[in-house]
């Protein structure tokens, strides 16, 4: 057994030893984690922060009822605590355990490991590439276990890098955040260019009105979360989608052995228009696709890793685009139901030129948003929402702006 | 907690400026209530522990003699023991349930308590139990346990366009207080208001409302934000922020408390994994002296329910998400509006709130604020606001 292993394993033990015969079928999930954040605040002080965590959660079945229950702490307390909590949430209205002949895992070797010397020459990289007043950069490496009572257990290792800072964009602060396995992944958005040189601006004066418009990545990326995770209904999807939940594989930052109930891991498709069916897919109907993020939440129907594949092309944003292009989010997006409203940073292209700059609402309903898509602009950039998320930017038409 | 006590001595004999160390320990139970019956139950406990030392911070998984012993770096046998007294615990679903409306929810039950040790003494308390609901809008709400439950059905929006230009909108507590939280609040805790982006840098003293508004922060309210000692050590104390109109104070922590002489009280963080900073707790907002009754017939729009708020230093405004409101006339709903955000600007004499209650009600809704990603239960309670020249963003 590694050194990695023991901590899980420990838990595992004493997660299985309270369960054994008191349930007929169960599930230990452990998760054990390192990280460490290097921070610049704005009070001028430099922060250190390192954490170690250790989580389990258990699932239980007994007849017709599962129980759920979860705890941190060391390894072998957190394991019983988990336990003891699992039996006596035992209710209705779970879903079943997947029977154990659907449980596998795929190879998944762990990510090469950063130094402590490594990340700290990046942070200091980081703080000198930009004029941000708060930086920070947050190296996470985790170790997963999931084991079932019947046999069947899936170890794999993670490693993120998050880089969050605050830069000004048109009077108002916005939060950039970029994630990555490796720090050579990680580059300043795109859309910055279009910034840092063309200061002060003429304010924008738009009629309000659909109008085709180009996202920029981190305005991208919470729309793309939102059709993952919303399922848009009665849609024609526009032949540009390509948006698929990657899980192994060169493109996946989070690579993993199985989903968050011990299927297999595979890559699947969220929207993609070259299958037979051009319907978005949809997460409930398959029983693939679980993920649990946190640890403690039960394993879910999610995206762990959103990517929409870029057009191949050597088109640098914003090309020679004329109009509305936005920029950032200055809000989240405030969901109802299908429609979606966000405030954001926005600028009027001309031939690529900035001519005026300003604030605009976005406002639409998701299958607008799935059939209006026209093209995309650049590589995919890794922007970090409750899940990673990377995009290129992309041109939409009849977006409604305000 | 003699073993705190024993700690406490550690540290204060020690070489090291350690500032703090800070134990946590919570217990959440979750189900869903379909109207009827309970189902989907869970339950979570975590603990953790965590050391500061300057700009370090060091976290750990568990409050055993081990985890501190690895925070200070000494070996277990020489950390005193010690154990929170008896079992964190919290009312049974079905009894939580049982006052609930029939309506879909997905509920949450949270109880805690921390203890945080310092060179100069320990200060160890359990938190109020919150109960927390999600209805199927996605609209989320807090309360104490043992308070009355708050409305939890979902906004009515409509589907009238709201109106266009400048005009008064009668402001219902809900968004009464995320305005005041939003305007207030955050731009008075010492980090945002040192950062220079608060509207309110340069006013302390100065008035910048027009009605005789009164706005504090009170944790020892109860209400889902409260707490006795922050979680840096610090007695909670009512602060109060706005006074008739005028800004008064600063919400700080202790980094801030010494630096710039506010007193701290204020620092707040969601587990030892992160370092505390100044945070809002329950914001209280009246109208000294205010009408009993909203003038509904001066104004144009009447704003029932916001689902959140938002400054926007460089437009030199704020911006609520509306997601209940009517467009009025002589004083009587003419249509429900569709949902929108509502700019409201600051000018050069701060907000035109022109009139509002005397008597702050209770909002559970938004119910959590999620600054810097650490979402906390933020409690809010206010009167109803009548604002001038407001318009749809």
Known sequence: MSGGLAEPHEALQAAAAVLAGRCEVFEVFVRRSHSLRLAHHRRGELCREESYELGVACRVGKGQLIGFGRASGEAKEAGQTAARLALQSLTDGHPTLPVASLLGAVPCPPPPALSEEEISQLFHRLRQANDARDVALTWLRARTLLARSEGFEAFWENQLVLWEWSQEMFGEEVMFRRVASQPAQLDPPSCLSLVCAQQPLPPLALEPGLRRVLLAPDVAAPLLLGIALRTPKKTHPAGAWDLWDVRRGAHALLPMGCDGEGLPACNLPVLTVDRAETQPWRWLAHRHGTVRVPWDSPPTPGPVHLWQKPFPGPATPPGSFSGLAALAPLTEVVWEQQRFRLLAAAVELSRGGVVAAGVVTLVGSLSRLVSGLLTTLGPAEHVALGCPVSTPWLVVANLEVR | ?393
Request: aromatic share 6%.
């Open chain 2, 1 to 393: 907690m003699e073993g705190l006590t024993a700690l406490s001595a550690l540290l204060a004999r020690g070489k090291r400026a350690v500032r703090e160390l800070f134990f946590w320990q919570e217990l959440r139970l979750q189900f869903r209530w379909q109207g009827r019956q309970v189902t989907g139950f869970t339950a979570r406990q975590r603990a953790a522990c965590s050391l500061r030392e300057g700009g370090l911070l060091v976290a750990r998984d568990g409050c055993t003699r081990t985890q501190v012993a690895h925070l200070l770096g000494v070996k277990p046998h020489s950390v005193p023991p010690w154990s929170w007294e008896g079992e964190l615990a919290l009312p049974d679903p079905h009894t939580v349930a049982a006052q609930l409306p029939p309506i879909t929810l997905q509920v949450g039950v949270t109880g805690s308590r921390v203890a945080v040790v310092r060179p100069d003494g320990v200060f160890a308390c359990t938190r109020p139990v919150v109960v927390d609901c999600e209805n199927q809008a996605g609209e989320t709400f807090t309360w104490v346990w043992g308070q009355a439950v708050p409305p939890l059905e979902p906004a009515k929006a409509g589907n009238a366009a709201p109106p266009t230009g400048r005009l008064r909108a009668l402001l219902h507590p809900q968004p009464a207080a995320v305005l005041c939280h939003e305007l207030f609040g955050h731009p008075l805790e010492a980090d945002a208001f040192f950062s220079g982006h608060s509207p309110w840098v340069g006013k302390l003293g100065t008035r910048v409302v027009t009605a005789p508004l009164t706005v504090v922060d009170d944790p020892t309210a109860a209400l889902p934000g409260g707490f006795h000692h922050d979680d840096e050590g610090e007695r909670a104390r009512r602060k109060v922020l706005v006074a008739a109109g005028t800004v008064k104070g600063l919400l700080a922590d202790r980094t801030y408390g010494a630096t710039f002489g506010a007193e701290p009280g204020n620092a707040r963080r969601l587990s030892p994994h992160y370092a505390p900073y100044p945070r809002l707790s329950n914001v209280i907002a009246w109208v000294e002296e205010g009408m009993a009754d909203p003038p509904l017939a001066e104004a144009r729009l009447e704003i029932v329910r916001v689902r959140s708020g938002l400054l926007l230093p460089g437009e030199r405004a704020l911006l609520l998400s509306v997601s209940e409101s009517y467009l009025l006339a002589r004083g009587s709903r003419r249509a429900c509006l569709s949902s929108y955000f509502l700019r409201l600007p600051l000018d050069g004499s701060g907000l035109r709130i022109v009139a509002g209650g005397c008597s702050p009600v209770p909002a559970a809704e938004p119910g959590w604020c999620g600054k810097g990603h650490q979402l906390l239960p933020a409690g809010a309670a206010a009167g109803w606001l009548l604002l001038d020249r407001v318009e749809v963003a």
